[in-house]
């Protein structure tokens, strides 16, 4: 059974940084994108971040390029995300997702975790 759980959400007050971590089992995924996806409250889930299965493939959404670092580690089997200079509007749940194509659609992926959540303060 495949299972993803993120971890290392909390509070931060704007400008500072999180590190989410996303620990996969239940199968190797080193031939898949592993994604970061994140749902503020009334809205659609939304692309964050995604990483090929190598590593050196990475892609951002405009809103986090420059201030948010995708990475993994296959022998772990764990994703991260680093979150640098936070604004309020990050505020969201934020998801891990295993899939086979690197994409930034919903529909593109095939596993998801229970999602973190991430609040940050004005």
């Known amino acids: 059974q495949v299972q993803l759980v993120e971890s290392g959400g909390g509070l931060v007050q704007a400008g500072g940084s999180l590190r989410l971590s996303c620990a996969a089992s239940?199968?190797?995924?080193?031939?898949?994108?592993m994604a970061w996806f994140r749902q503020a409250p009334g809205k659609e889930r939304e692309f964050v971040a995604a990483i090929s299965t190598g590593g050196p493939w990475t892609t951002y959404a405009d809103s986090v390029k420059g201030r948010f670092f995708i990475s993994r580690d296959n022998a772990k089997n764990t994703i991260y995300l680093q979150m640098n200079s936070l604004k309020p509007e990050d505020t969201a749940v934020y998801y891990c997702a295993v899939g086979l194509v690197l994409d930034t659609r919903v529909k593109s992926y095939d596993y998801w975790g229970q999602g973190t959540q991430v609040t940050v303060s004005s």
């Open positions: 239940g199968r190797t995924f080193s031939g898949y994108v």
